[in-house]
């Protein structure tokens, strides 16, 4: 069985450019060494300048006092955001988006009831991206132009990240309409007296003020976003947040709620729970029903559908190494016989076999004298030695009071849309893969799925609009700009780390 240690400070073999296969920890190791390697890591994101204009920690190679203030600025933001307000406002977006398209078919006679998941899945993820993100913004994320900003801003975030993979990659500098969307979402404190007051206090008072009541805007340094002044571009934040957030939320309703799961209902039943008692001591990892945690369910999605699914560094003496995060995930060594089923049932089956290996690396007596905070590094870390790294880096963030906060997120935003669409089904002409194998992972796949309240599909099928001859099945081998998709860290590590 593979040892328990951690991977990273663990012997490992040479590094080869392309390691190709897992059937070993070891193989495992070799991975871990490429993605650990902070050689080329900011130049593999380079294209990510181009195309979002954007200067932030995952683009930045030489300035680390910015580097350092970033990171703070982020465990800053996580710390302030409340689970329950979040909650809230993805419930707010959902029913927001849902009733402006039951307007919207009305007003030209389509049938009302029938929405694209992963228009209404990318709308709630990027308002509350900006709810938590820029919550001295108010007046923008909720003003009367808003829904039609953030619908353009997640539309035009897809849209460029498929076209910065192109050979001609497309200008920051030219996506004018983005911009101005951006600037309207993003606008600080509608008190901008206030804001030049509070410039006269004391700059202990005016910090305090600002993270205390940060809806009044009182922004320290003064400087509102820009989308075309690298540092102050809204997307240095946006992308993290959101750009590999809404992709898992996605398949964890679909896998959940679309898929026919025998245990499907239950999951949904922990996911309420966590809902319930969001800031409850132990709730996210607790179990329920078959055992299974919201932790569970959300390391599994990420397991099965990693935000980085390939990681790229360029070294000096090695030239460009590959590494290769969901083979490592598929493998039997991490996942047994069945990897490509969604079951969060295997990680209790995980993590009991990792304990049992520490007891007898330890001895029972030792290992029960360990606290709960050393228990769950070690297991952590021999998660990552069987090849669980979903982000692709180490989170400094990952620590403290905003551990978990990504993770925690994605089964908030699952949890809210379930709920919203009980009722609602998959149009039938969508076909999905059979139950134990995985959903198409291409980032086009699925954009043009439909789901339908359950009530207006029996009108459609008694009125001859389904007739059940025409299926839509999305298949890795579709037409997908992204050949190599995520062949760079993914820019989620500060929302969506580890446990």
């Avoid at 007051?197 to 922004?219: C, D, F, S, T």
């Avoid at 606290?371 to 989170?395: N, V």
């Avoid at 190599?484 to 580890?498: I, L, V």
Wanted: net charge negative; aromatic share 8%; charged share 25%.
């Amino acid at each position: 069985m593979p040892s328990s240690t951690d991977p990273s400070s663990s012997t490992t073999p040479s590094l080869s450019n392309h390691p190709t296969t897992i059937q070993t920890p070891s193989d495992i190791s070799r991975h871990w060494q490429i993605i650990r390697s902070k050689t080329g890591r900011s130049e593999a994101n380079s294209r990510l300048v181009q195309t979002f204009g954007v200067d932030n920690i995952f683009t930045n190679t030489d300035d680390q006092q910015y580097k350092t203030q970033f990171k703070k600025d982020a465990i800053q933001k996580m710390r302030v955001a409340k689970l329950p307000e979040l909650i809230r406002a993805a419930r707010d977006a959902r029913d927001e988006f849902i009733c402006y398209h039951h307007m919207k078919e009305n007003e030209i006679g389509m049938t009302a009831g029938t929405v694209k998941l992963a228009e209404l899945t990318e709308f709630v993820t990027l308002k509350v991206s900006l709810v938590y993100l820029f919550p001295g913004s108010a007046p923008g994320w909720n003003g009367p132009r808003s829904f039609e900003n953030i619908a353009l801003i997640g539309q035009r975030i897809n849209e460029l990240w498929i076209a910065s993979k192109t050979e001609n990659p497309p200008s920051w500098a030219e996506q004018t309409e983005l911009h101005q969307a951006l600037r309207e979402v993003t606008a600080t404190s509608s008190f901008p007296v206030l804001r030049i007051l509070a410039r006269w206090l004391p700059l202990a008072v005016h910090e305090w003020l600002a993270n205390q009541y940060p809806a009044l805007g009182l922004k320290v340094d003064g400087e509102d976003p820009d989308p075309l002044i690298p540092r102050r571009n809204p997307m240095n934040w946006l992308l993290p947040a959101y750009e590999t957030m809404w992709r898992a939320v996605m398949r964890c309703v679909m896998e959940i709620r679309f898929r026919d799961a025998a245990n499907g209902a239950a999951w949904e039943g922990v996911l309420r729970d966590f809902l319930a008692a969001p800031t409850e001591a132990g709730k996210f990892r607790a179990s329920g029903e078959h055992g299974v945690s919201a932790l569970d369910i959300v390391m599994e999605i990420l397991r099965l559908y990693p935000p980085s699914k390939r990681v790229r560094r360029q070294d000096p003496g090695n030239g460009t190494l590959e590494a290769d995060i969901e083979l490592c995930h598929h493998s039997a060594v991490l996942s047994g016989s069945d990897p490509f089923s969604f079951r969060p049932e295997r990680w209790g089956e995980i993590n009991q076999e990792i304990e049992n290996e520490l007891r007898g690396e330890l001895g029972d007596e030792m290992y029960d004298t360990l606290g709960p905070k050393r228990k769950k590094e070690m297991i952590k870390a021999a998660q990552g030695k069987r090849g669980f790294d979903p982000f692709a880096s180490h989170c400094p963030a990952g620590k403290g009071d905003t551990e978990t906060f990504g993770m925690k997120m994605i089964a908030v935003l699952t949890a809210v849309l379930c709920e919203g669409l009980e009722g609602w089904e998959r149009k039938p002409e969508w076909r999905l893969p059979q139950v134990g194998e995985k959903l198409c992972s291409n980032r086009e796949s699925y954009l043009g799925l439909e789901v339908v309240r359950r009530s207006e599909l029996e009108v459609e099928y008694e009125n001859g609009v389904i007739e059940g001859d025409e299926m839509w099945e999305a298949t890795e081998e579709e037409t997908d700009n992204e050949t190599d998709e995520e062949t760079e860290e993914a820019p989620g590590g500060y929302w969506m780390h580890g446990p």
